[in-house]
């Protein structure tokens, strides 16, 4: 049974720092591509970071808007991937999910994901 269980979402002001951690089990977790997203109310899942798995490079992506803020990484002997976020925004809050992809490609879209978490909320306060 493929389990992602996310954690460390929580209230925090603007300008502060959250770190999220996504815990893997279930499948052979470094040939995975590994993707965060998250969704607003109202709004539809958007992607935030993507990181390759390890037969792909490890490469990392991210949207724009947290370029230089946020920061993925994947501990393959820990099974976990790790979204470090800092100087957050109000326009950050959101349900961030964690969610995995089986070529190791890691895509924008969420379509290409095979399987996910069922997310933490993220509320950034101005």
């Known amino acids: 049974q493929v389990q992602l269980v996310e954690s460390g979402g929580g209230l925090v002001q603007a300008g502060g720092s959250l770190r999220l951690s996504c815990a893997v089990s279930?499948?052979?977790?470094?040939?995975?591509?590994m993707g965060w997203f998250r969704q607003a109310p109202g709004k539809e899942r958007e992607f935030v970071a993507s990181?390759?798995?390890?037969?792909?490079?490890?490469?990392?992506y991210y949207r724009d808007s947290v370029k230089g803020r946020f920061n993925i990484s994947r501990d393959n002997a820990k099974n976990t991937v790790t979204l470090q976020m800092d100087s957050l925004k109000p326009e950050d809050t959101a349900v961030y999910l964690c969610?995995?992809?089986?070529?190791?490609?890691?895509?924008?879209?969420?379509?290409?994901?095979?399987?996910w978490g069922q997310g933490t909320q993220v509320t950034v306060s101005s």
């Open positions: 990181i390759r798995g390890t037969g792909t490079g490890e490469s990392t």
């Open positions: 969610a995995a992809e089986s070529t190791g490609f890691s895509s924008w879209y969420a379509r290409e994901y095979d399987y």
């Open positions: 279930g499948i052979t977790f470094s040939r995975y591509g």
